[in-house]
């Protein structure tokens, strides 16, 4: 079993798949932090142009902001949420004035957090999809199913082995992202910015977010939790795309088939509001960081909880599907 | 060479990588699943703490009231005065007696909060005792429509215009119960964007008209227009912040206040 992971490991490796994977991982990080750090540069010269050539004073408006917060948790009229909503806001901008960080530059852990969030339903999935759609379809299309079948290994064995070394090529993805994104958007940034503080933990409390229970954590451990995040929805994108791998005996159709449902879903989206159905379809709950950052329109019936458990019961559902037709197939290359 | 390498780098290497996101991953589940079971619980203990808490009564009743928002608290006024100390200033040179304000506004508050504060015994008191009331509400419930695209925009805004009719509607209704006599002064609402986005000053100035038709149906209560004092001064009279008004704002708010109400 193991060898034969191995051996389905090594054929991804061998393909170079991984090798354009990652170039279109370098290509589009760095158009993205260049166009972000050129986007700062010219909000800074419009602000300076704008209030008449005086240098753009971020510390005089955090430190505005922050007495602001400070007198108003004085006052007693305040209730007890707010007051600590505006605690953590004060300890957060205490952070930025104390060790002389500009709130809105660019780091590069703000940029790899931003990408997970832009690319979490379309471009990664799209990724890993490149990755897996002819992990079985291509066997058929070059005849070298029936090489591998005609071992004396069970079926499910030679799927199940295929699948293992998905999950680990997928896992080794997620982490080459994490890794390109910071990399790649420092050397733009030069900040790293892991130590900032940053809130989370909102809460859906009778259809509005509610800040009572936000928490503050360091952007590290922020950028762990999305990653993490992105993770389960990569699991979840590649054992759909094995299911399709295998119905179809053609890895372009295959991947035409899941580009058409991850784009047609982003469409579907729209009628979110009004149409019951389309909050079970697994594009529309990719979106997973978003429950995180505290910034989202709530849905009602939608919370991180129920994405993730429709989420896995697609995962679910496509391998046993995959096992199944797997199993009965007629080989007739 | 290679082949053998490479295996071994890979499995170890994915290994650590899904621990280290399954923890994460149960980890954010338990940030954003913990409060969901505490929260109703928090609630029913402060909500049920507010009534003993009723029974304090501010040491000062004073004349003038100020409810509301983070424009009724004076958030961007340089002197920290707000309206109704710079109303205060206005008429307390024209007469000799010295007036007082309270202001028991709060930055963020949407109306929806404004009711709840109503609502608890706490305040009962200043309200029954105010000889003016200044209300600031309103400005997030419609600024929180900034994160709608187009699409879904117009019908956001139907739903939050309503609810807010509705607790605008409310909120005279009990300032009136608890205090028939004093004067009140709703404060509208400007745009300090400028004129980028016509679509959104034509819901703000909507906004306006159904805030003023509510205000209007109740005799002593009067509508303070701000929107076309502000339209062609947004640099004098907003704060940097461009959004909150800076001193020179409050004061002409202030001054329109007093223009309207004496």
């Known amino acids: 079993m193991i060898s034969l992971t191995q051996n389905e490991i090594l054929k991804i490796l061998l393909k170079k798949k991984m090798l354009l994977i990652v170039l279109l991982l370098l290509i589009f990080v760095s158009l993205l932090s260049y166009g972000q750090k050129y986007s700062y540069d010219?909000?800074?010269?419009?602000?300076?142009?704008?209030?008449?050539?005086?240098?753009?004073?971020?510390?005089?408006?955090?430190?505005?902001?922050?007495?602001?917060?400070?007198?108003?948790?004085?006052?007693?009229?305040?209730?007890?949420?707010?007051?600590?909503?505006?605690?953590r806001e004060i300890q957060q901008l205490n952070y930025f004035v104390e060790n002389d960080i500009n709130?809105?530059?660019?780091?590069?852990?703000?940029?790899?957090?931003?990408?997970?969030?832009?690319?979490?339903?379309?471009?990664?999935?799209?990724?890993i999809v490149i990755l897996a759609a002819d992990l079985v379809s291509n066997e058929f299309s070059k005849k070298t199913i029936k090489i591998l079948l005609t071992r004396a290994v069970p079926r499910w064995k030679v799927l199940l082995s295929k699948y293992s070394a998905l999950i680990i090529m997928t896992t080794i993805l997620v982490f080459i992202v994490s890794i390109l994104s910071t990399l790649v958007s420092y050397l733009f940034f030069q900040q790293w910015g892991f130590s900032e503080p940053i809130v989370t933990g909102f809460t859906l409390i009778e259809g509005e977010l509610n800040s009572s229970s936000t928490i503050l954590i360091s952007r590290f451990q922020y950028t762990v939790l999305i990653y993490s995040l992105l993770w389960f929805v990569s699991i979840v994108i590649a054992s759909i795309t094995l299911m399709i791998s295998v119905i179809v005996e053609n890895s372009s159709s295959a991947i035409g088939i899941l580009m058409a449902a991850l784009i047609g879903g982003q469409f579907l989206q729209f009628f979110l509001s009004e149409w019951e159905l389309v909050k079970?379809?697994?594009?529309?709950?990719?979106?997973?960081?978003?429950?995180?950052?505290?910034?989202?329109?709530p849905i009602e019936g939608m919370s991180l909880n129920f994405s993730i458990l429709t989420l896995s019961a697609w995962a679910v559902l496509s391998l046993i599907v995959s096992f199944a037709v797997f199993n009965r197939k007629d080989i007739l290359v | 060479m290679y082949k053998k390498v490479i295996w071994p780098l890979v499995f170890f290497m994915s290994l650590v990588l899904a621990t280290v996101f399954i923890s994460g991953f149960i980890a954010s589940i338990v940030v954003s699943k913990s409060e969901e079971t505490n929260y109703p619980e928090e609630q029913m203990e402060s909500s049920s703490d507010r009534?003993?808490?009723?029974?304090?009564?501010?040491?000062d009743s004073s004349d003038i009231l100020i409810l509301g928002d983070s424009i009724g608290f004076g958030v961007g006024d340089e002197e920290n005065l707000g309206i109704g100390e710079r109303y205060l200033d206005l008429i307390n040179t024209e007469d000799e007696k010295e007036r007082t304000s309270t202001n028991i506004s709060v930055p963020s508050f949407e109306s929806d909060d404004l009711v709840n504060l109503i609502k608890?015994?706490?305040?009962?008191?200043?309200?029954?005792?105010?000889?003016?009331?200044?209300?600031?509400?309103?400005?997030?419930?419609?600024?929180?429509?900034?994160?709608?695209?187009?699409?879904?925009?117009?019908?956001?805004?139907?739903?939050?215009?309503?609810?807010?009719?509705?607790?605008?509607?409310?909120?005279?209704?009990?300032?009136?119960?608890?205090?028939?006599?004093?004067?009140?002064?709703?404060?509208?609402?400007?745009?300090?964007?400028?004129?980028?986005?016509?679509?959104?000053?034509?819901?703000?100035?909507?906004?306006?008209?159904?805030?003023?038709?509510?205000?209007?149906?109740?005799?002593?209560?009067?509508?303070?227009?701000?929107?076309?004092?502000?339209?062609?001064?947004?640099?004098?009279?907003?704060?940097?912040?461009?959004?909150?008004?800076?001193?020179?704002?409050?004061?002409?708010?202030?001054?329109?206040?007093?223009?309207?109400?004496?």
């Open chain 1, 280 to 297: 079970y379809f697994f594009v529309t709950n990719l979106d997973l960081t978003r429950y995180l950052t505290g910034s989202y329109q």
């Open chain 1, 103 to 127: 709130p809105i530059t660019p780091t590069a852990a703000k940029f790899t957090v931003q990408f997970v969030e832009q690319g979490i339903t379309l471009f990664i999935p799209l990724l």
């Open chain 1, 42 to 87: 010219t909000t800074i010269q419009k602000f300076e142009a704008e209030s008449g050539g005086i240098a753009y004073d971020w510390k005089a408006l955090t430190t505005q902001r922050l007495n602001d917060l400070e007198e108003r948790s004085q006052n007693e009229f305040i209730p007890e949420e707010v007051r600590a909503s505006m605690d």
């Open chain 2, 120 to 262: 608890s015994a706490e305040n009962e008191a200043s309200i029954a005792s105010a000889n003016l009331i200044i209300v600031s509400i309103g400005g997030n419930d419609l600024n929180r429509l900034d994160y709608e695209d187009n699409v879904t925009l117009t019908l956001a805004f139907e739903k939050a215009l309503k609810k807010y009719k509705g607790n605008l509607e409310f909120l005279i209704k009990e300032i009136r119960n608890l205090n028939p006599d004093a004067q009140l002064a709703f404060i509208g609402l400007y745009d300090p964007y400028s004129k980028k986005e016509p679509e959104k000053t034509r819901l703000l100035l909507e906004w306006n008209y159904e805030t003023r038709l509510i205000v209007e149906s109740d005799v002593k209560s009067a509508y303070i227009p701000t929107y076309e004092l502000f339209k062609y001064h947004l640099d004098d009279y907003l704060s940097v912040d461009e959004f909150h008004p800076s001193g020179s704002g409050y004061q002409v708010i202030a001054e329109e206040l007093d223009r309207v109400v004496n």
């Open chain 2, 51 to 59: 009534p003993e808490e009723g029974e304090r009564i501010p040491e």
